[in-house]
C-alpha cells in the first residue's frame, strides 16, 4: 500500500535489536501504565466530591485546660445556641471528631450482628453527636428516621441506645439490599438499635478507596474539656467573618481556652493529600517519560545514523523525502507495536500484583489501551526526529566512499 | 595495558559525543531512580539504637481476651499494658534501667510572657527514659528518681517548644503552664529526627514526631489526664465504676507502653522469671486469662518480627528496579550499535596482533568508564530528586492545631551508604551491559573487516 | 555489429542523454570551486560511454549530476528529452528510479535484505503490482545468471555475484541508461572481467550505459570515451 520496500524483513534479520529495543518499551508500558493509573486514581480520589457540603462547613474544637472547670453540657448547649445566632450561621451542632481529618481524636469500634460474638467483627469509625449533627453534615437519610432529644445520652453517665449507620456500613453489616432498620447490633456488651441509615461520605479518616463505614451515636460529650461545634453557614464566602465572630465569642467566655481546628472543610481536604507519595511517582514517572522518549529517540537516531550510506543509496534508487521518513516511522512502529503488546501483558501482570499488595483496584482495560496509545505517540514522535533527519539525506552519499 | 586501553576507550567515548550522552544520560536516570525509590525502605530499615539491641527491650504480655488473641501486631502480643500491670511490671528492681511511656496533648504556655498558649504533645515517661533512648540535653538533665516515685510538677522541654516559649533561652529553673498546671523546666532535650520510631516500634512502621515535652510517669496517678495513645480494651465484664478517669488506673485496657534495660544475660533472665511469676500471680485475680504469654523484644528483634510489615513498602522499589532493567536494555542496544560500527577498527586491531582478550578487555573497559560518568551524574540527579521530594514534603501544610507532623524528610535524606549504592549499581549495569557487546565485537574475524566494505 | 549498423542506429537513434553547459560551482566562504565548467555531451540510444579523468577532474561531480543525485549551477540537461531544470524532489526521485539504472562501486546492497528483494526495491518506489515486480526481477536475474541465488543475502555473495545483482537491480526497471560508477574498482581482474562482459551484453540487447571509470583499458572496450579535465570535456574518442 505504501509502495515501500520490505520493512518487516530486515527487521527479522535485526532479531537483538528488536528484542532489545521490544523489551524497553514493554517495560516502559508496563511502568508508565501503571504509574499513571496509580496517580490517576489518587487524583480523582481527591477531587471526588466528600459526601458531607464541606463548602458551608466549619469545624472549631476548643479547649480549656483541665483544672478550670470544664465545659459542662449547659455550657456547650447554651454556646451552640449562641453561635446559631450568629449572622450568616445556618445550623450548629456538636460533634467528637473533626470530619475528613485523618489524625486527630479518631475513635473506632467493631459491631456484632449477634450476640454469640463468633461472626465476623464490622469495623466502623464512631462519632458522637448531638441530634441535628447529620444535618448539618449535609449526609442524606436513605432510611428510617433521624436522632430526636430523647434519644440523647451523655457521656459516663448513659449510653445510647440507638444509632445511625452509613450506607457502606449497613452493607458491610447486613448485606446490600437487606433493610438495616430495626436491626440490632452489638458491640462487646452492649446493643443498638439502627434507626437510621444516611448516604455515605469519606469519613472522619479518609482512605483511599473506602467510603468510611460510620456509626453516629446521640451523645453529648461531657469530658476533656474539648467541645467541637461543626457549624454550616449559608455560603461559602461568609465562613471567614463567622470564624471571627465565632473566636470572639468563645474567647470572651473561655478566657483560658485555646481554639483550634478552626478550619474550613474544604480546605483540610488539601491537608490529607499524600503529596510525598504524589510527588515521588509524579517525579518517577516524569522521569521515566523522559528517558524513554530520549532512549527511544537515540536508538532511532543511530539506526539512521548507521544506515546514511544505506539510506542515500535508496534516495538513488528513487525513494522520495516522503518515502524515506515512512520508512523509518514505519519500521519503528512495527518494534513499537511488538513491544507494547508484551508491555499491555506485564503491565496486567502488574497492576494485578498490586492490586493483590496494595489497596488500588486493578488497571481497566480502556485505561491501559489509552496509556498504550500515548505512548505508541510518544515513540514515533521520539523516532520523527531522526526519521526527518533521514529525509534530508543527500542521495549523493550514495557514490560516496565512506 | 591498561591504560592504552583506557585512553582508548576514552577515545572512542569522545568520538561520538552524542551517543555517550544519551548513554551516560539513560543509565544516570536509571540508578537515580532506583537509588531514590530505595531510600524511605533504607531509611525505615535503618536502626538508630542498634548498638542497644543487646540491653534494650520492649516487654510485651498476653493480657487479652480469653476468646480472642490480639491481632494488630505480628506476634498477637498486644503492645501496650495496662495501668495496674504497668505499676507492677515497673516495681520491681532487677532491671539496669525501666521506663513506661505513654502520651499526652494540651495547651502550654509561659507565665511570664502574654502570649496565646500553644498546643503540645509530650511523652510521660521515668527520668530512665533519657539514658535508655539516648536523648540528650541541651540545657539540664533527667528528674530525680524521687519525682518518678512521688509527683513533683517537673517539666522537661525540648529544643523547639523551649524556642517558642524561652527564645531558646537556658529555660531551668522557670516555670511553664500546662493544662493550668505549673511546671518547672528541669531540662531542655536536643531534638532528634530518627527515621524509625524507636519506643513506639510496636504500634508504628513509619517515624514519629519528637515529643515537645516529657513529664514524670507518676503524673498519672496525681493528674487526671486523658492519654493521647491508642487505648484498648479487652472484654472485661467487671465493674470499675463509672467515671471517666478513676476505671482506667484499674481496669484491664491498654495505654502504657514498657521498656527495660538489661546490663546482661543473667538479669535479662531474673526478669523473665519475674514476668512469669507476676502473670501467673495475677491470673488468680482473674487477669491474664489466656497462656502465659509475653516477650522481650529489641528494637532490632521488633523489626525482624514485623517484616512483611516492611515488606509492604517495597513497591516503589521495584518500580525502581524495572526502571533500572530499562534502562540497563537501552545502555545495552546502543552499546552494541557503537560497537558494531567500530568493528573495522576491531579487525584492524586483531589483524595488527590484538588478541581476543584485549579487545573484549577494551570495550569492556570503554562501557565500565561510561558507567562511571554515569554514576557521578546518577549521584547528582539523586541528590537533586531527594532534594526536590523533601522540599514537597516540607511545603505540605500544617495542621491548624499547631502540633507537630511528621517530618518525612528524614527518610528522603540522601547519605554515604546511598551514594555508595548508586555509584556500585550504576558500575555493576554497565558492565553486565558491556558484556555481550563486548564478546560480540572480540568475536570478529580478523580479516572481513579488511577488505572496503 | 559492424560499422554500417552502428552508423545507422546512430543516425536515427534518438537522444537519451543531452547536457547542454552544464556548470557546477561548489561554494565555500573563502573560494569558489568550479567542478564542472560549461560541460556539455550528449549520448544517444544503445550507446556505451566510458567517461575517465584524473581525481578531481569533476568526474564525481558529473556522476552526481547525471544520476540527479545533485543539482546543477547552470546549464540544460534533458534526461530522455525530459528538462531535469526546477523539478522537485519528487519529481526528481520519480525521475531517478524510473529512468536511471545505478550501478555503484561498493554495490551498495542492502545487507538485510536478499538478492530478490534488493533488485525490488527500485521497483517498489514505482507502486507496480505485485505480479509484474516478480517477472520483471525473474528477468533481471536471469540475465545476470544468477536465478539459483535469489535467496541468497549480499554477505552470503562473492563480490562479482553482489556487483552482478546490483546490475539486475539497475536493469529491473528498464531505465533510460544505466549509471555505473567504477563498476568493478572493488573486483579483482577475472571478476571483473565478468561484470564488464555482462554490461557490454546489456548494451548489446539495446540499454545505455555511461560509465565513470579511471581504468583506461576499460575505458577502450566502450564505443566512446569521453575524458573530463578540470571540469571540462577535453577529448573525445570513439573506439569503432
Not at chain 1, 280 to 303: M, N
Not at chain 2, 83 to 98: C, E, N, T, W
Not at chain 2, 256 to 285: M, P, T
Request: glycine share 6%; net charge positive.
Amino acid at each position: 500500500m505504501f509502495s515501500l520496500p520490505p520493512v518487516l524483513k530486515p527487521l527479522l534479520r535485526k532479531k537483538l535489536t528488536v528484542v532489545l529495543l521490544g523489551l524497553q518499551i514493554a517495560l516502559i508500558t508496563m511502568l508508565i501504565s501503571n504509574l499513571a493509573h496509580i496517580l490517576n486514581e489518587m487524583d480523582n480520589y481527591y477531587k471526588s466530591p466528600t459526601g458531607i457540603d464541606d463548602k458551608h462547613l466549619l469545624c472549631f474544637t476548643l479547649r480549656n485546660p483541665s483544672g478550670t472547670k470544664g465545659i459542662a453540657l449547659a455550657d456547650g448547649l447554651r454556646d451552640l445556641e449562641k453561635i446559631k445566632a450568629i449572622p450568616g450561621v445556618v445550623d450548629v451542632a456538636s460533634v467528637d471528631a473533626t470530619p475528613l481529618d485523618h489524625e486527630y481524636n479518631l475513635k473506632t469500634g467493631s459491631f456484632n450482628t449477634s450476640l454469640e460474638q463468633n461472626n465476623e467483627q464490622i469495623a466502623f469509625v464512631r462519632s458522637n453527636v448531638s441530634p441535628n449533627a447529620l444535618d448539618t453534615l449535609g449526609l442524606r437519610l436513605l432510611a428510617g428516621r433521624k436522632f430526636e432529644s430523647s434519644d440523647m445520652a451523655f457521656t459516663y453517665k448513659s449510653y445510647p441506645q440507638v444509632t445511625i449507620i452509613t450506607r457502606a456500613l449497613a452493607t458491610a453489616l447486613f448485606g446490600e439490599n437487606n433493610n438495616a432498620i430495626g436491626k440490632m447490633v452489638y458491640e462487646k456488651d452492649k446493643q443498638y438499635e439502627i434507626i437510621g441509615v444516611v448516604s455515605d461520605w469519606k469519613g472522619f479518616a479518609p482512605q483511599i478507596y473506602r467510603f468510611e463505614s460510620t456509626a453516629f451515636f446521640p451523645e453529648y460529650n461531657e469530658i476533656n474539656n474539648e467541645f467541637r461545634y461543626l457549624i454550616r453557614t449559608h455560603s461559602p464566602e461568609v465562613r471567614s467573618v463567622v470564624i471571627q465572630a465565632v473566636e470572639q465569642y468563645l474567647m470572651h467566655q473561655y478566657p483560658q481556652g485555646l481554639i483550634f481546628y478552626a478550619d474550613k472543610l474544604d480546605a483540610i481536604v488539601n491537608k490529607y493529600m499524600n503529596r510525598g507519595t504524589l510527588a515521588l511517582l509524579k517525579l518517577i514517572t516524569l522521569i521515566l517519560t523522559l528517558a524513554s522518549i530520549i532512549a527511544i529517540a537515540g536508538q532511532a537516531y543511530f539506526s539512521v545514523h548507521q544506515r546514511r550510506k544505506q539510506l542515500g543509496v535508496l534516495r538513488a534508487l528513487g525513494a522520495t523525502r516522503t518515502k524515506l521518513i515512512a520508512q523509518i516511522l514505519l519500521e519503528n512502529a512495527a518494534i513499537v507495536s511488538v513491544g507494547l503488546s508484551l508491555g499491555v501483558a506485564l503491565a496486567m501482570l502488574l497492576s494485578h500484583f498490586f492490586y493483590k499488595t496494595t489497596e488500588i483496584v486493578a488497571l481497566s482495560p480502556w485505561f491501559l489501551l489509552t496509556t498504550a496509545c500515548g505512548i505508541f505517540a510518544i515513540c514515533l514522535l521520539s523516532a520523527a526526529i531522526p526519521a526527518l533527519q533521514a529525509g534530508k539525506i543527500s542521495p549523493s552519499l550514495a557514490t560516496r566512499t565512506l | 595495558m591498561f591504560w592504552y586501553q583506557y585512553q582508548l576507550a576514552l577515545r572512542s567515548i569522545r568520538k561520538t559525543p552524542i551517543l555517550s550522552c544519551v548513554m551516560i544520560f539513560i543509565l544516570a536516570t536509571g540508578v537515580a531512580v532506583t537509588t531514590i525509590c530505595y531510600t524511605h525502605y533504607h531509611h525505615l530499615k535503618k536502626n538508630p539504637l542498634a548498638h542497644k539491641d543487646e540491653h534494650l527491650f520492649l516487654l510485651q504480655t498476653d493480657s487479652w481476651d480469653e476468646k480472642t488473641q490480639y491481632e494488630r501486631t505480628p506476634n498477637h502480643l498486644p503492645p501496650l499494658h495496662s495501668y495496674r500491670d504497668s505499676v507492677a511490671l515497673l516495681a520491681s528492681d532487677i532491671p539496669l534501667r525501666k521506663t513506661a511511656i505513654t502520651k499526652w496533648g494540651g495547651s502550654m504556655h509561659n507565665p511570664e510572657i502574654q502570649q496565646k498558649a500553644i498546643f503540645v504533645r509530650g511523652n510521660i515517661v521515668t527520668r530512665d527514659f533519657f539514658a535508655m533512648f539516648e536523648r540528650e540535653f541541651i540545657y539540664g538533665g533527667a528528674w530525680n528518681a524521687i519525682a518518678d516515685q512521688q509527683f513533683q510538677n517537673v517539666i522537661i522541654l525540648n529544643e523547639d517548644v523551649n524556642q517558642k516559649l524561652f527564645s531558646g533561652d537556658n529555660s531551668i529553673g522557670k516555670s511553664v503552664m500546662y493544662e493550668n498546671i505549673q511546671y518547672q523546666v528541669v531540662g531542655v532535650t536536643k531534638k532528634v529526627q530518627h527515621s524509625n520510631p524507636t519506643y513506639d516500634i510496636a504500634q508504628f512502621r513509619w517515624p514519629q514526631p519528637d515529643a515537645q515535652f516529657y513529664i514524670p510517669f507518676s503524673v498519672i496517678k496525681a493528674a487526671e489526664f486523658g492519654a493521647w495513645t491508642r487505648y484498648e480494651c479487652p472484654q472485661d465484664l467487671r465493674d470499675y465504676g463509672s467515671h471517666w478517669y478513676q476505671p482506667r488506673l484499674i481496669n484491664s485496657c491498654i495505654w502504657i507502653g514498657l521498656w527495660y534495660e538489661f546490663a546482661g544475660e543473667e538479669q535479662k533472665h531474673q526478669f523473665e522469671n519475674f514476668v512469669r511469676n507476676y502473670i501467673q500471680d495475677q491470673k488468680k485475680a482473674g487477669n491474664y486469662p489466656r497462656p502465659i504469654r509475653f516477650a522481650l523484644s529489641s528494637i532490632g528483634d521488633y523489626m525482624q518480627l514485623n517484616q512483611q510489615g516492611y515488606d509492604e513498602d517495597k513497591t516503589t522499589i521495584y518500580i525502581g528496579f524495572f526502571t533500572l532493567l530499562v534502562c540497563t536494555l537501552n545502555f545495552v542496544a546502543l552499546l552494541l550499535a557503537k560497537f558494531m560500527r567500530a568493528l573495522p577498527e576491531s579487525g584492524v586491531r586483531r589483524a595488527l596482533g590484538a588478541n581476543r582478550r584485549v579487545i573484549f578487555a577494551q570495550h569492556l573497559i570503554e562501557s565500565t568508564t561510561l558507567g562511571s560518568i554515569a554514576a557521578v551524574l546518577g549521584m547528582l540527579m539523586t541528590f537533586a530528586g531527594l532534594l526536590y521530594l523533601q522540599l514537597v514534603w516540607k511545603s505540605a501544610p500544617a495542621p491548624s492545631s499547631g502540633l507537630p507532623v511528621q517530618d518525612n524528610t528524614v527518610l528522603m535524606e540522601p547519605d554515604f551508604y546511598l551514594m555508595t549504592v548508586c555509584v556500585l549499581t550504576a558500575i555493576a549495569a554497565s558492565i553486565c551491559a558491556g558484556l555481550y557487546p563486548a564478546w560480540r565485537a572480540c568475536k570478529v574475524p580478523a580479516a572481513n573487516y579488511l577488505k572496503i566494505q | 555489429m559492424n560499422q554500417a549498423q552502428i552508423k545507422q542506429q546512430a543516425e536515427t537513434a534518438k537522444t537519451m542523454f543531452a547536457m547542454e553547459n552544464i556548470s557546477k560551482v561548489y561554494r565555500t566562504e573563502l573560494i569558489e570551486t568550479h567542478a564542472l565548467r560549461d560541460f556539455t555531451l550528449q549520448v544517444n540510444e544503445g550507446e556505451f560511454v566510458a567517461i575517465t579523468g584524473p581525481s578531481g577532474s569533476g568526474k564525481t561531480t558529473f556522476l552526481n549530476i547525471a544520476g540527479l543525485l545533485e543539482t546543477y549551477s547552470s546549464g540544460h540537461y534533458f534526461l530522455d528529452g525530459v528538462n531535469t531544470r526546477d523539478l522537485n524532489d519528487k519529481q526528481l526521485s520519480h525521475l531517478r528510479n524510473t529512468k536511471i539504472g545505478f550501478v555503484f562501486q561498493g554495490f551498495n546492497l542492502i545487507p538485510d535484505l536478499n538478492a530478490y528483494d534488493n533488485i525490488e526495491v527500485p521497483l517498489r518506489y514505482r507502486n507496480m503490482n505485485r505480479s509484474e515486480r516478480k517477472d520483471r526481477v525473474q528477468q533481471a536475474l536471469a540475465r545476470v545468471g544468477l536465478e539459483s541465488r535469489a535467496k541468497h543475502f549480499p554477505a552470503q555473495l562473492s563480490g562479482g555475484q553482489q556487483q552482478r545483482i546490483a546490475v539486475a537491480r539497475a536493469i529491473a526497471g528498464s531505465p533510460a541508461f544505466i549509471l555505473a560508477d567504477e563498476p568493478t574498482g572493488n573486483l579483482d581482474s577475472l571478476m571483473a572481467r565478468q561484470v564488464m562482459e555482462l554490461l557490454e551484453n546489456i548494451n548489446d540487447q539495446g540499454t545505455t550505459i555511461i560509465m565513470v571509470t579511471h581504468d583506461q583499458d576499460l575505458a577502450r572496450r566502450t564505443q566512446r570515451h569521453v575524458q573530463i579535465i578540470d571540469g571540462q570535456v577535453t577529448e573525445m574518442f570513439k573506439h569503432f
